[in-house]
């Protein structure tokens, strides 16, 4: 069982940055692939990025140049480096591991771009 918590979400004016945290419980981090999703009002939920325990990263194309993926396995966290927001970038953003065919989910964190 792996519990995901998130932070670092709010509102932000467009052209600018966050970085999302998501802190993983237990002592397996490692051998999960992390990743971060999103769902915008309306939208079907989304994959924005992926790492996985190998270092392979992988990005949707709406945010490659602009979002940064990284794990510290020393600190059971996953980042979301977060760069050029766009207003499009407005979603609630979720935590992910997977291990095999089990996903694990946080509860999301609220990203909003406006000015």
């Known amino acids: 069982q792996v519990q995901l918590v998130e932070s670092g979400g709010g509102l932000v004016q467009p052209g600018g940055s966050l970085r999302l945290s998501c802190a993983a419980s237990g002592s397996l981090f490692s051998i999960y692939t992390m990743a971060w999703y999103r769902q915008a009002p309306g939208k079907t939920r989304e994959l924005v990025a992926s790492a996985a325990t190998d270092g392979t990263l992988n990005y949707a194309d709406s945010v490659k140049g602009r979002f940064t993926i990284s794990r510290d396995n020393a600190k059971n966290t996953v980042y979301l480096q977060m760069n050029s927001l766009k207003p499009e970038d407005t979603a609630d953003y979720y935590c992910?591991?997977?291990?095999?065919?089990?996903?694990?989910w946080g509860q999301g964190t609220q990203v909003t771009v406006s000015s």
């Open positions: 992910n591991a997977r291990l095999s065919f089990i996903d694990y």
